[in-house]
């Protein structure tokens, strides 16, 4: 299974803020979607991610207060990408390996979509439920 097929099934909506939004906004922001990560955009450059990570150990841990604070200044610059063809295994290996939670889908600069632990956790075990029914059915034809 690929990025892009669980793209496919989430859709490809991206939430967003451009850098010079408040933290306080890009939080209400994420409230208001349920979400746990923004992409921090300039146009369509990715500039990277904000995530609730950033606001504990960055904003709050630092004594610093999210109406003041611009989310350029706490966001993950430089963020981890995958594209629509990463193999699903390989995405959950970065993730894991980087410690993040969230991975930008981008080709040729132009962002895709995002996908999320949540994501490919789901889609792997969808993965192994459809594998585990057709075992089943195969023993049971053939005893």
Known sequence: MT???????KGGEVFWVPPGATVYEALRKMAEHEIGALLVLDGERLLGVFSERDYARKLVLMGRFSRDTLVHEVMTENPITVTRSTPLSEAMRLMTEHRVRHLPVVEEGRVLGVISIGDVVKAIMSEQEVLIQELSRYVSENR
């Open 3 to 9: 990025v892009g097929q669980v793209l496919l099934r």
